[in-house]
């Protein structure tokens, strides 16, 4: 049976929510808008670095004008456009301002495929698993060490402890990698923020 080619889509980055963006995880079919508080004045050299890679595929929105939910009208807006695309692509909102819900279920039930993430692992197989990283490995074995009840709890902590192993001599992206690397070959999971080891 032939495979139907992925429909292209649309992922819109809160970055005034989440900073935490590594755009390397995902594939030729994403066109990515990240939106920019009026108040944000700097942008991590990672995420800039791994922008321009990506071309005209990525686009910068500086927001306008401060206020409560100034950031979530800019959003909307593409949102409303994409019923006049064909084909409309699938809109996916990078951000954990649950705000978001109520319209994506309004557009969600007019016809428009949409939802909410609170970070790019939940887009699940976007791009195969890296090639296993010595990176990935020297942490495995490193947090083997460790009683699991002494591992770290959250992403955040987990990240301080890579960084730590390697004398912080890896940059924040590369931290995350190592991170959805691990998310990816199903080492570890990680439900409602808490994360649990499979090794």
């Not at 990525?58 to 019923?83: S, Y």
């Not at 705000?99 to 557009?107: C, H, I, N, S, T």
């Not at 070959?185 to 990680?190: D, K, P, Y």
Request: proline share 6%.
């Amino acid at each position: 049976m032939k495979k139907e080619p992925d429909r292209p889509k649309l992922l819109l980055v809160d970055f005034e929510n989440i900073q935490q963006v590594d755009l390397s995880r995902l594939n030729d079919n994403y066109r990515i808008v990240i939106f920019v508080g009026a108040s944000q004045k700097n942008v991590p050299i990672e995420l800039v670095t791994s922008a321009q890679k990506l071309g005209s595929r990525v686009e910068w929105q500086k927001v306008t004008g401060d206020g409560r939910n100034a950031l979530d009208f800019f959003i909307a807006c593409p949102l409303g456009g994409m019923f006049e695309r064909s084909p409309r692509p699938e809109c996916i909102v990078l951000s954990k301002d649950k705000g978001f819900d109520p319209l994506l279920k309004g557009l969600n039930a007019k016809g428009l495929k949409c939802r909410r993430i609170i970070n790019l692992q939940e887009l699940g197989a976007v791009a195969a698993a890296p090639p296993e990283d010595p990176n990935v490995r020297r942490v495995v074995e490193l947090l083997g060490k460790m009683e699991k009840r002494s591992r770290p709890r959250k992403r955040k902590t987990l990240a301080q402890a890579i960084s730590a192993m390697f004398q912080k001599k890896l940059s924040r992206q590369d931290v995350a990698r190592i991170i959805d690397s691990m998310q990816a070959r199903q080492l570890i999971t990680e439900k409602k923020g808490i994360l649990t080891y499979e090794f």
